[in-house]
């Protein structure tokens, strides 16, 4: 069984940019969670998806974080301009029902912003 | 905020050596997951143990949780080198339905 997919693995933008990372989720999970990884901390939950809908972004930065579930399968995270702070590992990870246990992680996408 | 605190942030021990983290939270669960992350990888799933369970074990793995104390102890027996990674305890419930992670214990399994 293919894992949770994500690219790109490692970016590096300046402030003021924009980036977008993708993440496709194990085939049949129909939750998908974005985590913020900072340095050092845990990961942060940025939104969930429930198929195509949204059930939590309350963490999510909206004037400069965006994301979308189009199909209920593959994710976008984008972020609009990038500020030094947003330097972190973004996280994707699905499953297989909503609430109800084990989350399958992706590799991470490596974010610096200089 | 995050609700999951992890004790000790590291640790360090001798192969064969047991190893044990300590996680305490804030607010009611229904249930507590551990997971590891080894250096620059995602995380992995070890254990889940639900608020009506006192003990789980999975292979060298024995999780304990103590809703009285808001607490849960992750044990490694006989750690072996590639045991070497970060692990976080996450909690899911208390009115939200989301997975909220620790900042994690980082342990190194020396050789």
């Known amino acids: 069984e293919a894992g949770v997919a994500q690219s790109p693995r490692y970016k590096i933008i300046e402030k003021r940019q924009s980036v977008a990372f993708w993440c496709n989720p194990i085939?049949?999970?129909?939750?998908l969670y974005w985590y913020q990884q900072i340095l050092g901390q845990g990961p942060k939950l940025l939104i969930q998806f429930q198929n195509n809908g949204v059930v939590d972004d309350s963490q999510l930065p909206k004037d400069r974080f965006s994301a979308e579930r189009l199909k209920g399968v593959d994710s976008t995270l984008k972020i609009q301009p990038a500020k030094l702070e947003d330097s972190a590992v973004y996280l994707c990870?699905?499953?297989?029902?909503?609430?109800?246990?084990?989350?399958?992680f992706g590799e991470g996408s490596r974010l610096t912003v200089l | 905020s995050q609700q999951g605190e992890e004790d000790p942030q590291a640790l360090s021990i001798q192969e064969g050596e047991n190893a044990t983290m300590n996680c305490s939270y804030k607010?009611?669960?229904?249930?507590l997951q551990w997971y590891r992350q080894n250096s620059g990888r995602g995380l992995v799933h070890l254990i889940l143990i639900r608020s009506n369970e006192r003990e789980k074990h999975s292979g060298r793995l024995r999780v304990t949780l103590d809703t009285s104390k808001k607490s849960s102890s992750l044990l490694i027996t006989a750690s072996r080198a590639a045991d070497t990674a970060s692990y976080f305890c996450?909690?899911?419930?208390?009115?939200?339905?989301?997975?909220?992670f620790g900042k994690g214990t980082k342990l190194t399994v020396n050789p």
């Open positions: 990870a699905s499953s297989l029902k909503f609430n109800t246990g084990e989350l399958f």
């Open positions: 996450a909690t899911a419930g208390g009115g939200s339905e989301k997975l909220v």
């Open positions: 607010t009611s669960i229904n249930n």
């Open positions: 085939s049949g999970h129909a939750t």
